[in-house]
């Protein structure tokens, strides 16, 4: 006699959970704007229109999956007792859900301003309860430092949601943990507050432009594309603001992916170029850090973080080609920051360094969007400091 094995049709009970963490890693993958509702579902294990009793669009599966992913976070924030409680579980949960924070980074600004306003909230939620923390440890900080700081553990931890390193756990949540907790020890330099009326950091895009046309289109398409993401900007966008004319736009770039490209390779080549200048002034692998460290924080001040949100948001768009090269160029700059700090750090095998190495980046590429660095006179500065506490490589 045969038995008959009968399916069972019952939805699970958490079937809406299952499509935000699918969506998320959807979107980590190929980008919102590049995934389709049916990829979601196939992700799921679901048909297109079962997806569509769950979510009446892509846009709804996006906001509620961007803030169901940010109230997750606040909530282990939260509950955590203590800072080294709340940095090692938010880098236990962060390496359980890998895609979440890259995917913020990126897509918050696909968001209806509404939406996007209430998970830039919880994020603001959650670096409030890492700086609570950790004013308890350090009471000598100001409130304005005491939240840096908290920033900075929190992009730290976050870095692990940019590269596909694996580590053993737990010795993965140990070192992610330790970095953070390395941030949040920063000395920071004394340096007056800004006055009132001092100037800030120029907005990316203002001041001179090239006199070259070509030269003023690729100097406008990383503010442009940063601030309103690929899709929203148009070569007419671009050519307005290079003050070029749309026929002339189009003499120099085919379209809007190979402007792109080659904004991109701009950015690569001017990091290759200082890369090679600050080994060739430097006597020894910390010598080499500490010039690169600077040298990566100014240009990260100088441009607000625009250039590393534009590669994690908007290369997607690009030929496989372009892709491919600039990926490579990436992985290769990282290798020689991993070099140097390997060399600096003998305790720190290659594999670990390179997870300390991307935590860093992130940090640099993150904090100068936030305003905290313009209350003082020399935001380089901060930077650089968090930047060696991270590295674990004192500052000279």
């Known amino acids: 006699m045969t038995t008959k094995t009968v399916r069972s049709t019952r939805r699970p009970r958490d079937r809406k959970a299952q499509i935000l963490a699918a969506a998320m890693e959807c979107f980590r993958r190929s980008g919102y704007q590049a995934t389709g509702m049916e990829d979601i579902a196939a992700a799921v294990g679901i048909t297109a229109g079962a997806l569509y009793r769950h979510f009446r669009s892509k846009q709804e599966l996006l906001n509620r999956a961007l803030l169901d992913s940010a109230e997750q976070v606040q909530a282990v924030a939260e509950s955590a007792g203590g800072l080294d409680s709340a940095l090692a579980a938010l880098s236990s949960f962060t390496l359980d859900h890998r895609a979440y924070a890259s995917v913020w980074d990126r897509e918050t600004r696909n968001l209806a301003p509404e939406d996007r306003a209430e998970v830039t909230g919880r994020h603001a939620g959650i670096a409030d309860a890492i700086a609570s923390a950790l004013g308890a ?65 120029p907005a990316p895009g203002a001041g001179l432009r090239p006199a070259s046309r070509r030269e003023a289109l690729i100097s406008t398409a990383i503010p442009l594309f940063a601030a309103h993401g690929y899709q929203a900007v148009s070569m007419e966008d671009l050519g307005s603001a290079a003050g070029v004319s749309r026929p002339a736009v189009y003499t120099h770039f085919s379209g809007k992916a190979d402007l792109l490209a080659a904004a991109l390779r701009r950015e690569s080549e001017a990091k290759w170029s200082g890369l090679a200048r600050d080994l060739a002034r430097s006597a020894d692998a910390s010598e080499a850090l500490d010039r690169l460290v600077d040298s990566y924080a100014r240009g990260s001040v100088g441009n607000k973080g625009a250039a590393g949100l534009v590669l994690v948001g908007d290369i997607a768009h690009l030929p496989e080609a372009d892709r491919e090269d600039l990926h490579r160029s990436q992985v290769d700059y990282v290798s020689e920051w991993v070099a140097l700090l390997t060399a600096a750090r003998p305790d720190l095998g290659t594999t670990e360094a390179r997870v300390v190495v991307h935590s860093t980046f992130t940090m640099l590429n993150i904090l100068p969007r936030l305003p905290l660095l313009e209350l003082h006179a020399d935001p380089v500065a901060r930077l650089v400091a968090i930047a060696h506490s991270v590295l674990g490589v004192p500052s000279p």
């Open 137 to 201: 440890v350090r009471p000598e900080l100001d409130a304005d430092d005491t939240s840096l700081l908290a920033w900075a553990a929190m992009t730290t931890i976050a870095g692990a949601s940019y590269h596909h390193v694996e580590l053993p756990r737990p010795r993965f949540d140990e070192l992610l943990a330790a970095t953070a907790r390395a941030a949040c020890d920063t000395s920071l330099p004394d340096a007056p507050a800004r006055p009132a009326d001092a100037p800030t950091t």
